[in-house]
Structures are given as structure tokens and as C-alpha cells.
């Protein structure tokens, strides 16, 4: 099936394991993000399917063609991909325009300037084309080597955090035109990033890459930050607000309310984590539990405000807690505010046993014949 | 549409079999959301379901009879897939009238099926070939 086939992939430097039994099919027309840390190995996979890199383990195909294995190694000119990487700059001594025909070096010279024309126009820098690279901003460079990265029209785009060299303003406006570019191209994209709200915004599909080199999770992006499976996914999209607890009548009390425990075991000690927008607060509320505003910090559209709990039975480690609150909340003094928890944003893990996901059941029929 | 081609194969007759049964029903759904017809929709995900979870079983009872030694993490996937297909019955009851439902439905099916549930198994495939040389499966 048209793609990108990644199977059993693992990789080390030296002694060092980077990465270990990726596998991942990324379907043609998609645009998936690779997120996970600095360090977790994302240039070296993403190097690894461009064929910069020796494959150690496993198997890569594209488009159905096997492309490194144990036994072969198609170099990265044979693999029909195109190519955004960080330090993977335009050439400084070639015009734009001589930038981007420069992968179609099989075309006919005019029919390759006249196509390199096409893909200017689509990133808007047509204008631009006898310029040198110096010449422009850096993100008319960067609209420039999306331009020369699909010239070529690939199987597959691989962008290692292609964002990341431009200041805040810009990132957002480029942001938008690549992926409607990407859109509009039909092209297997993959896109490496460390940085989550990219992911969000960016992405159909995010894949999460851990510390320990291999794949936690993937899904849509509401899938990913409503739904983590591990403790790892829910705490990469920022402050968290963390409790400890026991399930008991398929329930976890923490200070701030109960949340549902579903296909948990009772008496089993579990971690709660809770977003900063999970945590509600209510002026002079009945319910909930008291506490005092320590500051508020205004985050454009939103205040992130710290709070701390007054009831002398909570623990003191779960006493101070992050909220997040519409930009136009400011406490009032004078008032009771209390705090309740929205459960939507409430994750539960258990402590023992790492990595652990609440084991709801399936009707499970198993059938012995299943050998053939 | 899917299509399981050679890399997507176990290479072990029962388990592609199940897995072709699934990208059966996935290509019937891919259809009917192209051809004006998503309501079908509504009827086929629950049969996709349960033709994943009655695989899922399957497949876990063989891992188990052959001494797999990472069954529980496989069976562990197997569960944590559990969310998805709750999520698509929704998508597939809304596909008749919601374009977005329609969309989403079609790209967490197809991912589903290829990355979740068949490149995930090829974490075996050279144990069950192992297995099956010795005739232990
Ligand atoms: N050529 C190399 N030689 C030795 N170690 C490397 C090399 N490239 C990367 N590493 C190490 O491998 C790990 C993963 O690197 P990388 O793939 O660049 O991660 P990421 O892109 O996610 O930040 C890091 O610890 C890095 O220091
Ligand atoms: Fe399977
Ligand atoms: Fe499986
Ligand atoms: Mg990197």
C-alpha cells in the first residue's frame, strides 16, 4: 500500500540505544507528526527513511518498494523523497530559482524552470526567483525549500522541525501555508517536532515518541491529549496538576472532587493527573474545595492562575495547583472561591506498573483453534 | 482504499486471513463514504468491531499456545485500542449527515487497521515463523 512502511526499526550509536522496534505505516495523502523530546531519536528515524543513515534493524518500504533492509541500502537520490531538514539550508551561491530546479537535473532545462516557476508560485515567492538566498527572510527561505523539497514531486516529504529557526510571529503564518501547500500536493508527509502545540496544529495524526525510542502512542490529536495512554503522553502538553489516590467503588477522591476510575481494580493505588483547564473555580460555590489565589499570569487568551488549597486534610504536595481560566477572570478578593475537577481532563495511571492502561474488557472468546 | 501487500503480510494463514476479513469491511466503508453513501456506515463499523475484537482473541490464544513472551504486552495493545473503536461507532452513527465525521472516520479506519492492528503484529511475525519451522504453530 502506497506510503511509508516502517517496520522493527532500532538503532544505536556506539553503545547507546536510540531507537527500539519502531514500526509505523503512514499512508499517502497524510501528514503525521512525529513528536517526542529532544534526544528521543526523531532526526536519527527520520534520517534513517531518507537513507542519510545506515539501517542497523528492520525494515523500511516506500510506496512499496523495500528501501533499506538487512540486505540492501537504496541510497537517498533512488528513494524519490523530498527533504526539510534544520541544518539543511538552501545553496547560498545559487538564485532561488537555480535553488529549486536544482533536483529536477533529468528535465529538460525550460520544462524544469518552468515547473520550478509552478512550485514558486504555489509558496507565493515567484517575485523572488532571480534573488539569492541572503536576499530574503527566513521565512521566505523557508517557503523557498518547501518549494525545492516537492519540485521534484516525491513519494514521500520527510521535515525535521522545519519551523524551528523562525521567530514567533512568522511560525504561525508559514505553519499555515505549509500545510495547505502539503494539503494541495497529496504527498506522504512526515514532520518531526519537539514542540506539541506544532504537533496539534499541524498534524492529522501524531505519533509519540518516548525516551526509550519507540512509539507510545498515536492517534488524532484530540485523541492523543484527551485520551493519553501514558503517564509520559499526558504530562508532554505542559503543567499538570498530579495527586495520589485509591480506586475505591470504581472512584478516585482526590482534594478537588472524584474521578471515575473505569475498568480499574479496587484498592489500587493510582497517580491523578489533572490539566490546568480541568481544574474549575467558582465564585462563593456551595461545593468544592476552598482555597486561596497566590497569583494569576496572563498567557495571551488565557490566565494561568496558581492557587492553593485551604482544607487542612489535603497533603501538602497537592496543596498548590495550576488553573487555567479564560483571560478575563480576575479573582475577587472579597469572595469564597472553590475549585472542582472536570473530569474530561483527569487522567488516571496506575502507580505500579509503568506505562499502565486501565484494562477495559472486551468480550474476550478465545478460540484454541486458532492455528491453522 | 487498502491493500495488503507483501510487507503487510504475517506470512501465517489464519492471522492474514482475519486481517484481510477486516480490510474487507474497511474498504466497504472507504466505498461507501465515496460513493454517497455513508449512512451504510452505521451498520458496518459495529461488524468491523466485532470482527476486531474476535481476532484480537484469536490471535492472542495463538500467541499464548506458542509461548509469545511478549503476550501481555500485545494483549495490552490490543485493549488500549479500545478508545479508537468506541470513537469511530460514533464517527460511523454521524457519517450520514457530517462531512467531518465522514473524514475522520475514514483516516482513523484506515490507520487503524494498517498501523495499529497489522504493522504492530509484525513485532511476532519472525517469532511465529520460528514457531512454525519447528511445527509448534
Ligand atoms: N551521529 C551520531 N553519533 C552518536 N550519537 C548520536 C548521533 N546522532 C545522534 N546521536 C544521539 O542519539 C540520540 C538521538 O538523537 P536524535 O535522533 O538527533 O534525536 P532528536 O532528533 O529526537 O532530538 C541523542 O542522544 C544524540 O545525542
Ligand atoms: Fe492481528
Ligand atoms: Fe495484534
Ligand atoms: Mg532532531
Excluded at chain 1, 528513494?79 to 551561491?93: E, K, V
Excluded at chain 2, 481476532?55 to 490490543?78: D, S, T
Excluded at chain 2, 457530517?98 to 487503524?112: G, I, T, W, Y
Aim: aromatic share 6%; glycine share 8%.
Amino acid at each position: 500500500m502506497k506510503g511509508l512502511h516502517v517496520i522493527g526499526v532500532s538503532h544505536a550509536y556506539g553503545d547507546t540505544q536510540v531507537l527500539n522496534s519502531v514500526s509505523m505505516m503512514i499512508p499517502a495523502g497524510e501528514l503525521v507528526c512525529l513528536l517526542g523530546p529532544s534526544g528521543s531519536g526523531k532526526t536519527t528515524l527520520l534520517r534513517l527513511a531518507a537513507g542519510l543513515e545506515r539501517l542497523q534493524h528492520g525494515q523500511i518500504l516506500i510506496n512499496d518498494q523495500v528501501v533499506a533492509d538487512a540486505h540492501m541500502h537504496v541510497p537517498p537520490e533512488g528513494r524519490g523523497i523530498g527533504l526539510m531538514f534544520q541544518d539543511y539550508a538552501l545553496f547560498p551561491h545559487l538564485s532561488i530559482i537555480e535553488n529549486v530546479t536544482f533536483g529536477l537535473f533529468g528535465q529538460p532545462k525550460d520544462k524544469a524552470r518552468r515547473h520550478a516557476m509552478e512550485m514558486l508560485d504555489q509558496v507565493g515567492m515567484t517575485a523572488h526567483a532571480e534573488n539569492h538566498p541572503h536576499m530574503l527572510s527566513g521565512g521566505q527561505q523557508q517557503r523557498v525549500a518547501l518549494a525545492r523539497a516537492l519540485a521534484p514531486e516525491p513519494n514521500l516529504l520527510l521535515l525535521d522541525e522545519p519551523f524551528s529557526g523562525l521567530d514567533t510571529n512568522m511560525r504561525g503564518q508559514i505553519r499555515e501555508e505549509t500545510q495547505s501547500v502539503l494539503k494541495a500536493s497529496g504527498v506522504a508527509t512526515v514532520m518531526v517536532t519537539h514542540d506539541p502545540e506544532e504537533a496539534m496544529f499541524m498534524a492529522d495524526w501524531i505519533k509519540i515518541l518516548g525516551n526509550n525510542g519507540s512509539i507510545l502512542q498515536s492517534g488524532r490529536p484530540h485523541e492523543i491529549y484527551y485520551h493519553p495512554q501514558h503517564e509520559f503522553v499526558a504530562k508532554l502538553f505542559g503543567l499538570m496538576n498530579r495527586f495520589v489516590g485509591v480506586v475505591k467503588d470504581g472512584y478516585v477522591e482526590i482534594p478537588i472532587g472524584k474521578v471515575g476510575a473505569k475498568g480499574m481494580d479496587d484498592g489500587r493505588r493510582v497517580e491523578v493527573l489533572v490539566r490546568p483547564e480541568g481544574v474549575l473555580l467558582e465564585s462563593n460555590g456551595a461545593n468544592g474545595a476552598p482555597l486561596d489565589v497566590v497569583s494569576t499570569h496572563l498567557l495571551g487568551h488565557d490566565n494561568i492562575v496558581r492557587v492553593r488549597l485551604t482544607a487542612d486534610n489535603v497533603a501538602p504536595e497537592e496543596r498548590n495547583l495550576y488553573v487555567r481560566i479564560h483571560h478575563t477572570f480576575e479573582p475577587e478578593l472579597s469572595k469564597r472561591i472553590t475549585a472542582d475537577v472536570e473530569a474530561d481532563y483527569a487522567f488516571i495511571f496506575p502507580l505500579d506498573g509503568a506505562g499502565d492502561v486501565a484494562e477495559a474488557s472486551y468480550a474476550s472468546t478465545p478460540q484454541p483453534e486458532a492455528a491453522k | 482504499m487498502v491493500e495488503l501487500t507483501p510487507s503487510f503480510l504475517m506470512d501465517y494463514e489464519s492471522l492474514d486471513k482475519e486481517h484481510q476479513a477486516l480490510a474487507d469491511i474497511v474498504n466497504l466503508v472507504v466505498e461507501a463514504i465515496d460513493g454517497d453513501d455513508a449512512g451504510k456506515c452505521k451498520t458496518l463499523l459495529p461488524e468491523f468491531v466485532k470482527a476486531a475484537k474476535r481476532h484480537f482473541a484469536n490471535e492472542e490464544a495463538l500467541l499464548v499456545k506458542i509461548g509469545y513472551p511478549n503476550v501481555k504486552k500485545h494483549q495490552k495493545h490490543h485493549r488500549s485500542l479500545n478508545t479508537k473503536m468506541d470513537h469511530m461507532i460514533e464517527f460511523a452513527n454521524m457519517a450520514g449527515e457530517n462531512q467531518l465525521a465522514r473524514d475522520s472516520l475514514r483516516r482513523e479506519l484506515v490507520f487503524f487497521l494498517m498501523d495499529d492492528i497489522i504493522t504492530t503484529d509484525m513485532d511476532f511475525k519472525a517469532f511465529i515463523e520460528e514457531k512454525a519451522k519447528t511445527g509448534e504453530a
